[in-house]
């Protein structure tokens, strides 16, 4: 079945650097991407949506400067922390709306700023 | 999207129980789906429920929805320590994006 995958599963760095998520959808296109956060036992939160050719929209206290989104093909999105943070530190989720269970999620990338 | 708000957020039980939890709702709905979330994972589609269904099972899911009460509740019979997730409900609407509340935290002891 249809498959969302992220790359990297992890990743520590330090303050200051930027680092690259990638978000593919393997089997199906993706006009439209969704990124998430989720802070430790708490729920997901909605970053910001992925628009194929388009600029991204962001939510509300979501910094656009600070969390750049690409959807550069119809399978690929990525999210680059620059500068990043120790209150950047979170994990990230994408997902890709689909027509049979409505969205498809990603596993996830664990971000780890030192 | 709506959110929808899961209860009890925290649920323990012993393996081979059944877990029962519950999600409310505000506006009307189209469908309702729960999700799964291992720790430290993405999220896994369990089941679908349409507006005009009251009860839908999936191996050893059920869940139930009752529009009048806008709330739907998930049981999983005969729990395995596998079990053992955050759940989550979330009612779609177009594409728009999926909003999530807080969950459920079902810890299934061995």
Redesign the interface.
Known sequence: GAVVSQHPSWVICKSGTSVKIECRSLDFQATTMFWYRQFPKQSLMLMATSNEGSKATYEQGVEKDKFLINHASLTLSTLTVTSAHPEDSSFYICSAPSKVVTQYFGPGTRLTVL | SQQGEEDPQALSIQEGENATMNCSYKTSINNL?W?RQNS??????LI?IRSNEREKHSGRLRVTLDTSKKSSSLLITASRAADTASY?C?M?SG?T???????T?LSVIA
């Open positions: 789906q999700y430290g994972r993405g999220l896994v589609h679908l989550f979330a779609p594409n994006p999926l909003v999530f509340g807080k969950g935290r």
